[in-house]
């Protein structure tokens, strides 16, 4: 069974940055992606990030260009590098681990969430 927690999560301005991190416990990074999804209030949870044990990643259109994601794998960590942050980020973010790779635009669920950590973004 594996354990992710989060942490990085806080309050911020339009225009900020912050780092999220994603510790693993109990899984291995091997043979699907990792990824970043988040849930704002009265939306549906969705993919934003994802990486391939080759280091491929894939992003949400909202998100390319400014979240950058990269994991840590002696560390067993998962990280969400987020900068140029916009109102429309403020949501509850959340790690996954064995999550079938993004295509298409389409983003399976993953076997394994984290609890999530707030995001909060002001104007």
């Known amino acids: 069974q594996a354990h992710l927690i989060e942490s990085g999560g806080g309050s911020v301005q339009a225009g900020g940055s912050l780092k999220l991190s994603c510790a693993v416990a109990?899984?291995?990074?091997?043979?699907?992606?990792m990824g970043w999804f988040r849930q704002a209030p009265g939306k549906e949870r969705e993919g934003i990030a994802a990486?391939?044990?080759?280091?491929?990643?894939t992003y949400k259109d909202s998100v390319k260009g400014r979240f950058t994601i990269s994991t840590d794998n002696a560390k067993n960590t998962l990280y969400l590098q987020m900068s140029s942050l916009k109102p429309e980020d403020t949501a509850m973010y959340y790690c996954?681990?064995?999550?079938?790779?993004?295509?298409?635009?389409?983003?399976?669920?993953?076997?394994?969430w984290g609890q999530g950590t707030q995001v909060t973004v002001s104007s």
């Open positions: 109990g899984y291995s990074f091997s043979g699907y992606c």
């Open positions: 996954a681990a064995r999550l079938p790779c993004p295509k298409g635009g389409v983003w399976p669920g993953p076997l394994y």
């Open positions: 990486i391939k044990t080759d280091n491929t990643t």
